[in-house]
């Protein structure tokens, strides 16, 4: 018997782990509870990842010229590891959690909605006055009932094609002339035969959650997504369908290279030249630049072909935002330092110089900044390009608290596609059918 | 037979003489209380160290599994969790992910292991510390770092082990990117981690076999194999079942690998248990049904362990 208790105490102790970080968050974390400390002084910490990370701690300087009492540090915790680490701190009711965290759309709601007083309302702390001064659907996504502000946001990334202007020419084809995706698949099979270069690359295995980037481009470009504004699932809906159906003709053509492994399959493939098109958004032209500096000239940027004829080539397909931990003891510190760095164009002039991120910002774009010629795109005016994607009309996507689940049933389903061939209709369906009874929302059909 | 008087008689003068002894001692250091209790007070920190981070978070987990969250506050919803549990597809795709690298892998791993153990035992082998130090040493190895390392060497394009396949003319396996061999990767990762870990043990009670087991069974005629059969074998059983046991519960709760190496994929062939509690904890936040899915593991590893316990343990 005493061997019985002990086998199933072991057992037992798989649960510890867990518990440990779980709770709602709710008591604690209550947010409004306590001072918000001082609008100019205190000692506040930021998250963010890689570039924006490098990016913030660069204005440091200049913000400790308008603020001398505060002290800011900022961290490049990683992303996606910055993810993980915000979830726990907002479970263990905002403990150990930074000042201001750096958040993607993707992540906000989940937070929002799982985690109330999480993140602190920066409404009262004047976010209201800036209602107007960012790209169209962005208030919507920070501030879904138009009161509460989650955060403020930053980058406003829109869906783009970057593309090796070589590789085209060599193949004889115009790539600025191509009007949907049916004509660019043409065009990379004569890209394919002439020159070896795939016409783009996807992470097949899904080995990171964004291998279903491209396939929510797609998506997006025709106005739709997992989810319609009322939340009920549109995972399969004919838009959706059409979009895997692309994907799974390139697929079939022999026109799509392997991405397994994620970002540094990603580089290396950039590097080697493996395929000829990079649908990124705005900010990934930073990156082309930075990893490949030896290829200027070569490369040249547009917005994606639509996907139906005459349809949509604009879409704001993913946006980040700075937000305020609702247990921080600075608040009011911590939104000097968003304010200074989001709201005033200067900040993000010089973030778009350095990194190339996109702001939201709308009178950024009155800084020559964006409409220069980049001598590694060709000339072209690159800036000018996204700037154009944002003015145009783009409806908002409702990511929802269940994004996360919508996004692995996503990458199975375009896995099974791309690996065993599987039909697109029918993985869809089953996938919407499965997140419907996961999630307990509605399929919409 | 003896008498109930000679033989009683002088155990009585014994116990008298103990509880003497232990009296005089008694009385001429500190009171009886005090030495019954010090043991306790030893033991204190340990047990509270024990129930604070052990036994709260397992009964705490339990709480948490029957609650949902919504809207931000946990709303009792009974055993709903576990039936959810029925009928999710993905849950029983990660059991059977589960009960296959148990059942290939664990197996695969402990013959490895006693087949090491043996050798390693031997007399014949020099420099035997190097070897053990060195089947030892992946034991040690950080998780994390021995699962990027593993994703490197096996990755299609740039991966060595493609590589070294290539020069003998084969064409490269998609050894992390394709369902099944996944999960072949998955299992190579594992045997190269515990091996050595398990061997060790059997090791240690492979040295605690007698020497004049073996004389016995070489006058009888028996040869190496017999040997191993009738005396090696038997030796071990002990070890075999604790090596069992702590690598079924071991592989049950498999996390690491998985996660570092594909990442429960791809389309959910090597999606364990662990994987699954963390995608639904951290990943979409449903803390309650992660907490279910752990309490469903916990009785499974209880009913696997008292299984084996009865097969293997019994006969010792």
Request: hydrophobic share 45%; glycine share 10%.
């Amino acid at each position: 018997m005493l061997r019985t208790v002990g086998a199933i105490a072991a057992g037992a102790g798989s649960l510890g782990a867990l518990t440990a970080c779980s709770g709602t968050g709710g008591e604690a974390a209550g947010g409004q509870a306590g001072a918000a400390g001082e609008k100019d002084k205190g000692r506040i910490t930021v998250w963010s990842w890689q570039g924006p990370a490098a990016e913030m701690k660069a204005l440091v300087p200049e913000f400790n010229k308008k603020y001398p009492g505060i002290e800011v540090t900022v961290e490049d915790i990683g992303n996606p590891a910055i993810w993980d680490k915000i979830t726990t701190g907002l479970a263990a009711g905002g403990q150990g959690l930074a000042d201001v965290l750096h958040i993607g759309v993707d992540y906000l709601p989940g937070y929002v909605e799982k985690f109330p007083g999480g993140l602190a309302d920066l409404a009262p702390l004047g976010a209201d006055t800036y209602r107007d001064a960012f790209a169209q659907g962005m208030w919507q996504t920070v501030s879904p009932d138009g009161k509460r502000v989650n955060a403020l946001p930053w980058e406003a990334n829109s869906a783009g094609f970057y593309y090796r202007a070589d590789l085209f020419e060599k193949a004889g084809v115009d790539a600025g002339a191509l009007q949907t995706w049916e004509e660019t698949i043409e065009a990379g099979k004569e890209i394919k035969a002439k020159t070896g270069a795939h016409l783009l690359g996807i992470d097949k295995p899904a080995s990171q959650a964004d291998a279903a980037n491209f396939f929510q481009m797609l998506l997006q470009l025709q106005g739709a997504f997992y989810f319609d504004l009322g939340g009920n699932i549109t995972l399969d809906s004919p838009e959706s369908v059409k979009a895997m159906t692309l994907i799974k003709t390139m697929n079939d053509a022999g026109l799509v290279s392997d991405l397994a492994g994620g970002w540094n399959a990603l580089m290396s493939s950039l590097k080697q030249g493996t395929a000829a098109v990079l649908p990124m958004p705005t900010w990934f032209g930073g990156i082309i630049e930075e990893q490949v500096p030896q290829e200027a000239g070569k490369w040249k940027v547009r917005l994606p072909p639509a996907v139906r004829r005459g349809g949509s080539t604009a879409a704001t397909v993913n946006s980040t935002h700075l937000a305020v931990a609702g247990g921080s003891k600075h608040r009011a510190a911590a939104w000097s330092f968003i304010e200074f760095v989001l709201t005033r164009p200067a900040s993000q002039v010089r973030i778009y110089r350095g990194k190339g991120i996109a702001p939201a910002l709308m009178r950024a774009y009155e800084d020559a900044v964006f409409h220069e010629p980049s001598a590694f795109f060709g000339g072209q005016k690159k800036g000018e390009v996204f700037l154009e994607a944002l003015k145009a009309p783009s409806p908002a996507f409702n990511y929802t608290a269940d994004y996360a689940r919508a996004l692995k049933l996503v990458t199975d389903a375009q896995s099974k596609v791309l690996l065993s061939g599987a039909d697109p209709a029918k993985v869809l369906k089953e996938a919407a059918d499965q997140l419907g009874r996961q999630t307990g929302r509605k399929v919409s059909r | 037979m003896t008498s109930p008087s000679t033989a009683s008689a002088p155990s009585a003068t014994r116990a008298g003489r103990g509880v003497r002894a232990v009296a005089a001692r008694g009385t001429a250091r500190r009171p009886r209380a005090g030495r019954r209790a010090a043991p306790y007070l030893f033991v204190l920190p340990a047990l509270l160290l024990f129930a604070a981070f052990k036994l709260y978070p397992i009964g705490r987990s339990f709480v948490i599994s029957l609650h949902k969250t919504v809207g931000g506050s946990d709303r009792f919803v009974g055993a709903d969790n576990y039936a959810r549990l029925l009928h999710d597809p993905l849950f029983w795709t990660a059991l059977k992910n589960t009960a296959v690298i148990l059942a290939v892998q664990v197996p695969v791993m402990l013959a490895l292991a006693t087949g090491l153990a043996v050798a390693l035992d031997s007399t014949a082998l020099r420099a035997r510390a190097v070897f053990r130090l060195g089947f030892f040493l992946p034991m040690v190895t950080g998780l994390v770092a021995y699962g990027i390392v593993f994703s490197v060497l096996l990755n299609k394009d740039y991966g060595l082990v493609n590589w070294l396949t290539g020069l003998v003319g084969l064409d490269p396996s998609p050894w992390l990117t394709d369902p099944l061999w996944a999960k072949v990767s998955l299992g190579l990762a594992l045997t190269w981690h515990y091996t050595g870990y398990n061997a060790v043990i059997l090791l240690a009670r492979l040295q605690s076999v007698p020497a004049e087991l073996y004389d016995a069974a070489a006058v009888d005629g028996a040869g190496p194999w017999h040997a191993f059969r009738h005396v090696t074998l038997p030796g071990l059983r002990p070890a075999l079942l604790l090596t069992t046991v702590l690598s079924t519960i071991g592989t049950l709760q498999i996390f690491d690998e998985p996660y570092v190496l594909t990442g429960g994929g791809p389309d959910n062939a090597t999606l364990t248990i662990g994987v699954y509690v963390y995608q639904n904890a951290f990943k979409y936040f449903d803390f309650g049904y992660a907490s279910a899915i752990a309490y469903a593991l916990a009785v499974l590893i209880g009913i696997l362990g008292v299984i084996q316990f009865r097969f293997l343990g019994e006969k010792s």
